[in-house]
């Protein structure tokens, strides 16, 4: 494939600054340094400057399209790739293309930059020329400023994938004297801009709307820098906010005053940090209050980062140095920390360095209502059984114990009768509700059992003694039986963890590479309805789905109804979700199996670099087989025809009727060879060089087999038919599947001369990898095998040894070189194999049972025909 073309975009932030200009004067610059430059489109808008600078470079013609009545004109694509220049002028990235087809919605909404896309990935450079207000992010901002919203828009993602941005600066006041010259618009049209789009409010905020936008793209070029250069030093480019957060009341409070801090400068940016421990995932609420914190976080325009670790200071000060943070927000502390040495704050003053700390004092008004985490640790009907048990427990106890009539010698043995329900409840709820039975449990054994009884008045030492012995020892059994009861349930978690962890591991061995089945124990074990497993692509800079769980392959859209959960695995690896919620430590578990994936991910690369590396030795094989394949195909029907046309042309011999007829014959057939032979490298040339356009539309596969009858009438009574009439329309390009059908069915006639050929499809028992922008890993298909026909030829013929059936479709690869049946360069099947990869198909051979070959090609269905 030709390598990727180089996008360069002048950016403005309003009409006039002089982007077109711009693009015209370093297209002159590159043209009179030798490069092939054309000028594919330019939109002078009748300024005189403009089309003076147009002249002098070449110039295509562009596309004129009728429509409403009214002549457009528009970018010639495909010109310009014929041309293949090495830089293309292309003005307006933002522009809508117009249609002479306004049924067509997709066609409707296609805009410059789509073309662009396309001569880029033909390998062409290209420059254009945008204003900041056609941004897609800032469309709302731009209507709220100028009072006009903007119909042609730019996805971000286009920006900021160009490799090089220039911004076309100019002053306001410049601006509108340009503007008031007529340099611009006509004087009319002038005086009317001057009055509402170009006010200098408009114009200044446009400005700083570029610079603001082009200061963050500068910033990421610099964080690529420092990390190729690992460069460690704090370097503060610009007013970066990190707050740290805890799972407290105090919490959004907290982001809200970082949000009103970063508010202040235009520019700045706000980072909203927590720092999770291992034992949160214990608090079923803890997930949902930290995505309450993060949508508050992003609809004030931060970023949310979660961390987990327990050394605080280190991690955040770590953290804020990363990011070259200026500033760092942390909440005060209360309580006995901060007498005895050990606050976080003061810490992290006195290792913040360059970066500055605010500390914001705890507020006490309006603290925020939150479940506890004993409520949040228990369900309701343990809460409920254990508060009974501590109420009226001892309650019931003291009925019994009361109608035993025991004296106060009996003291002792009663209080260890109260220790009962003070352990069950702790069993039952936890730690509160059996500290309210120790309590109540005091105070009925003093009332009933202690001299004086029923008053609260102790008048013996030793009862006294016993009733707080009891409360001591009450409190410190509830308090071992609540820890024991919690190690309990991280120990039953530890388990499902661990069983859970097994049955995924099972899957791996049980699996082994095949990705597509991994994720789908992981979707089952999991409980999940959905699962993608997506890759950041540095190149796109977004994220690439690579497999899913989906019935239908990538292609199937996002069920809507459903919850999304997104898991990442690294810097580069998520695990999209949609069912349930998930507990933190199910989020834990699935990032572990990421590292799974990235190993078959790691593997499929070096696979691949392995395949490429032999597909370069193999190409220096293919010069030696191409010159052997010349000495013998090309030159043998070359001298027959030499040798023809000799003997036509002898003086001294007089040929007959018959024998002019024979060497007319010998002519004709050795070229019909060459035309064959020739023909085939070309298509295989054009399909490795990228120049050959594939269209997808639907295609019958009978109207493909007539065809193929029509073009070789001498095979068409060899040919059966077996069309199954639910598999039957294919998604493909009609002239590269008829050049397929036709190579095999040619393949056979000179292989199997005897055989007959049928042709027959049915539902394929495999995917494909789809067209060829859907993004796929290694062998997994894109679309499902359920999306997809296989069109068989079938012949009985000798066959196809099974260690020959992948090498027949390399170049100059042919079947039993040494037989006289064997003609031609060995390119049929390697082109037919290189048509069926870029309509996004697959091609394959098969034994014919009872002798024979098949050969099987793999399409998608008919998008109309797809279930």
């Known amino acids: 494939m030709a390598k990727r073309?180089?996008?360069?975009?002048?950016?403005?932030?309003?009409?006039?600054?002089?982007?077109?200009?711009?693009?015209?004067?370093?297209?002159?610059?590159?043209?009179?340094?030798?490069?092939?430059?054309?000028?594919?489109?330019?939109?002078?808008?009748?300024?005189?400057?403009?089309k003076k600078l147009i002249e002098g470079l070449p110039v295509l013609d562009c596309r004129e399209v009728s429509y409403h009545g009214n002549t457009y004109r528009e970018l010639d694509v495909d010109a310009i790739i014929a041309a293949r220049p090495e830089v293309a002028l292309v003005d307006e990235l933002a522009h809508t293309v117009v249609t002479e087809e306004p049924g067509n919605e997709f066609v409707q909404q296609r805009k410059r930059w789509h073309d662009v896309y396309q001569l880029l990935d033909e390998g062409i450079d290209v420059i254009s020329t945008m204003n900041i207000q056609h941004l897609e992010s800032l469309n709302d901002v731009v209507a709220a400023?100028?009072?006009?919203?903007?119909?042609?828009?730019?996805?971000?993602?286009?920006l900021r994938d160009a490799d090089e941005i220039e911004l076309i600066d100019l002053s306001p006041d410049a601006l509108r004297i340009r503007l008031s010259r007529g340099e611009i618009y006509q004087k009319e049209q002038a005086e009317l801009a001057l009055r509402k789009y170009f006010r200098p409010g408009n114009l200044s905020a446009l400005r700083e709307l570029a610079l603001l936008w082009l200061a963050d793209k500068v910033e990421e070029v610099l964080d690529a820098y420092r990390e190729d250069e690992e460069i460690d030093d704090h370097w503060t480019t610009r007013e970066r906010v990190v707050v740290a957060v805890r799972d407290d009341e105090n919490a959004e409070s907290m982001i809200r005053r970082g949000a009103r801090m970063t508010g202040r400068v235009a520019g700045r940016e706000m980072i909203v940090v927590h720092i999770t421990g291992e034992d949160d995932g214990l608090d079923r609420g803890y997930l949902r209050r930290l995505r309450k914190l993060q949508d508050l976080t992003e609809s004030l325009g931060g970023q949310w980062r979660t961390i987990v670790g327990d050394d605080v200071p280190g991690i955040l000060l770590e953290f804020s140095r990363t990011v070259n943070a200026s500033q760092l927000v942390i909440g005060s502390e209360r309580g006995l920390?901060?007498?005895?040495?050990?606050?976080?704050?003061?810490r992290i003053i006195d290792q913040s360095g360059p970066i500055d700390v605010h500390i914001i004092s705890s507020s006490s008004e309006k603290k925020a209502k939150r479940r506890s985490e004993f409520q949040s640790r228990f369900s309701r009907p343990r809460r409920v059984t254990g508060w009974v048990l501590a109420l009226v427990g001892p309650v019931l106890l003291t009925l019994l114990l009361h109608q035993l009539d025991t004296g106060p010698e009996f003291l002792g043995v009663l209080l260890?009768?109260?220790?009962?329900?003070?352990?069950?409840?702790?069993?039952?709820?936890?730690?509160?509700?059996?500290?309210?039975?120790?309590?109540?449990?005091?105070?009925?054994?003093?009332?009933?059992?202690?001299?004086?009884?029923?008053?609260?008045?102790i008048t013996e030492p030793a009862s006294l003694i016993q009733i707080v012995l009891f409360g001591v020892i009450a409190a410190a059994v509830a308090t071992v039986v609540e820890r024991s009861e919690r190690r309990r349930e991280m120990a039953d978690r530890s388990l499902h963890q661990a069983v859970v962890m097994s049955e995924l591991a099972h899957g791996v061995v049980?699996?082994?590479?095949?990705?597509?089945?991994?994720?789908?124990?992981?979707?089952?074990?999991?409980?999940?309805?959905?699962v993608n497993v997506e890759r950041f692509s540095s190149e796109r800079k977004k994220w690439l789905p690579i497999v899913t769980t989906a019935e239908h392959g990538l292609s199937e859209p996002w069920p809507s109804e459903l919850p999304m959960t997104k898991v990442t695995s690294g810097d580069d690896l998520r695990?999209?979700?949609?069912?349930?919620?998930?507990?933190?430590?199910?989020?834990?578990?699935?990032?572990?199996?990421?590292s799974r994936i990235r190993a078959l991910m790691d593997m499929e690369e070096i696979a691949a670099m392995r395949r490429a590396t032999a597909a370069l030795e193999a190409g220096n094989r293919v010069g030696s087989a191409v010159l052997t394949a010349v000495s013998h195909d090309l030159r043998t029907p070359l001298a027959s025809i030499k040798a023809a046309v000799s003997s036509m042309n002898m003086e001294d011999v007089e040929l007959d009727d018959e024998s002019r007829e024979i060497l007319m014959e010998t002519i004709e057939s050795s070229a019909d060879r060459l035309e064959v032979v020739i023909g085939n490298l070309l298509d295989a040339s054009r399909i490795d060089s990228n120049s050959k356009r594939v269209e997808s539309v639907a295609v019958s596969v009978s109207d493909v087999v007539d065809a193929v009858c029509a073009e070789l009438p001498e095979a068409a009574g060899h040919i059966d038919r077996d069309i199954d009439h639910d598999a039957c329309m294919v998604e493909g390009d009609p002239g590269l599947i008829q050049r397929i059908v036709s190579n095999i069915v040619i393949n056979g006639r000179q292989y199997a001369p005897e055989s007959s050929l049928t042709i027959r499809t049915r539902p394929s028992e495999r995917g494909v990898r789809g067209p060829a922008d859907m993004p796929v890993m290694g062998s997994l298909g894109a679309i499902a095998a359920s999306a997809c026909i296989d069109i068989l030829i079938i012949d009985h013929?000798?066959?196809?040894?099974?260690?020959?059936?992948?090498e027949i479709f390399q170049p100059f690869q042919r079947l039993g070189d040494y037989s006289a049946q064997s003609q031609g360069l060995g390119l049929g099947l390697a082109a037919a194999s290189r048509f069926a990869d870029a309509m996004g198909g697959a091609i394959r051979a098969e034994q014919t049972p009872g002798g024979g070959a098949t050969f099987v090609l793999t399409l998608p269905r008919a998008m109309g025909e797809r279930k």
């Open 145 to 158: 400023v100028t009072g006009v919203r903007q119909m042609e828009t730019v996805p971000d993602r286009v």
């Open 797 to 806: 013929g000798k066959g196809i040894p099974e260690d020959k059936l992948e």
């Open 337 to 346: 920390r901060r007498y005895v040495g050990l606050s976080t704050s003061q």
């Open 575 to 594: 695990f999209v979700l949609s069912g349930r919620e998930l507990t933190a430590a199910e989020t834990a578990m699935i990032a572990a199996h990421g």
């Open 510 to 530: 049980h699996d082994g590479d095949n990705m597509s089945n991994l994720v789908h124990s992981l979707a089952d074990t999991f409980s999940m309805e959905r």
């Open 416 to 457: 260890l009768t109260y220790l009962m329900p003070v352990v069950f409840a702790a069993m039952a709820a936890g730690l509160i509700p059996a500290l309210a039975a120790v309590v109540v449990g005091s105070l009925l054994a003093n009332w009933y059992f202690t001299d004086p009884t029923y008053t609260l008045t």
């Open 5 to 50: 073309g180089k996008l360069k975009v002048y950016l403005g932030f309003a009409p006039g600054v002089g982007k077109t200009c711009a693009m015209l004067n370093e297209g002159h610059d590159l043209y009179s340094r030798g490069h092939e430059v054309v000028v594919g489109l330019v939109e002078h808008h009748g300024r005189e400057r403009t």
